[in-house]
């Protein structure tokens, strides 16, 4: 019986390695030897989730103190925390480290740290890296739509817009051209001519400039594309990334960026660019909407200027006007046919003249004997 009881409360050591190296959460156990001393914490054991985590492999330094594994883990919060869970015996979280040194490449990591029997302790952890880069990015990303939004809705013209947004887009993503091209909407072939650009070395990518204006000029032009893109080898540009710039349905622009590394965007800032791409879109509606207000405007000063001039015209004309048909109207009319029909073409005539001078607005007319108004 004794035996039996034994065998069951009996525990295989290789079994408890296995579990604790199978467990998917990094997990480093430390001893310390002298409470006074958090330098005498001792690396003890590690899992593959651990080695995983930290991107290298540590069991040749297991035994070792902290100052010869992890020298630069003293200059963070984390070997304190670890002594104060010994001492205390509770658990305790350490929150987030960033760590980096010759075998770890720098990282963020969270930590929460529980107590283990004879002076040890535990350190769950995790590599939060891309998280909190991916966090930053989105950050980032709506700050610079912020920023852009402001200076766009105080932008006067497209010009304007675009100037505002390459640079501000060129130096959060730390690309070094940037530029802007406009439809040529009297051509089918390609680009209006001198595009809006925002370079950080004039001189580098002038011949890439150049290139890239006569190419969007004729975008059928197989010569002129491989001529652009040996200029942007030459001048180290490894990528670029374009954006649609539309009027409702109608295209207008396109706003380009080009890198000198292959490393490509966050997802949120690509989105945040065509949401940018998007605004520049607004500002050509607008830009169109204050065209045609003023066209109207022009006009309406023109038939404006017209009716004064043609009130002037049938105002100083209107007295001999009324003098000739009072003169038909007293006239004795002839005996021949012709001579009464001309006699009364020329009284309408007359009327209908008169007509329309009351039609327009022209002044009254007054005459002599006689204070009656047309």
Known sequence: MAQDACSENFVDPTARLNAFHNIPVGLIVWQLKDTGDIRSLRLLAVNGAAERELGTPLRDVIGKEIGETFPSLLKTNLPVCCRRVIVSGKPETAGEVRYGDARVGGSIFWFDCFPLPDNCVGAAFENITDHRRSEQARSGALYLLHRITIAINNSTSVAQAAEVCLSEVCKHIGWP??????????????????????????????????????????????????????????????????????????????????????????????????????????????????????????????????????????????????????????????????????????????????????????????????????
């Not at 990334?241 to 349905?249: I, P, R, T, Y």
């Open 177 to 374: 051209v940037g530029q802007l091209f406009l439809v040529d909407q009297g051509s089918t072939m390609g680009f209006a001519p001198k595009p809006i650009w925002h370079l950080s070395d004039c001189k580098r990518f002038r011949a890439f400039c150049d290139a890239t204006e006569r190419y969007e000029r004729d975008l059928n032009n197989n010569f002129l594309l491989e001529c652009r893109i040996r200029q942007g080898k030459k001048a180290g540009l490894a990528q670029s990334l374009g954006f649609a710039v539309l009027e409702g349905d109608e295209l207008r622009a396109i706003l380009e960026s080009s890198s000198d590394t292959p490393t490509p965007l966050e997802e949120t800032l690509v989105r945040a660019i065509a949401d940018i791409g998007v605004q520049l879109g607004r500002v050509f509606e607008r830009e169109s909407a204050a065209i045609v207000a003023q066209r109207m405007l022009r006009q309406e000063e023109e038939r404006r200027d017209a009716t004064r001039k043609l009130r002037a015209c049938t105002g100083r004309y209107a007295p001999s006007l009324k003098a000739t048909l009072d003169g038909l109207r007293g006239r004795k009319r002839g005996r021949g046919r012709t001579s009464t029909r001309e006699m009364a073409s020329s009284i309408e005539l007359m009327q209908r003249c008169l007509a329309e001078m009351r039609e327009i607005g022209s002044p009254p007319i007054e005459f002599r004997g006689n204070n009656s108004r047309l």
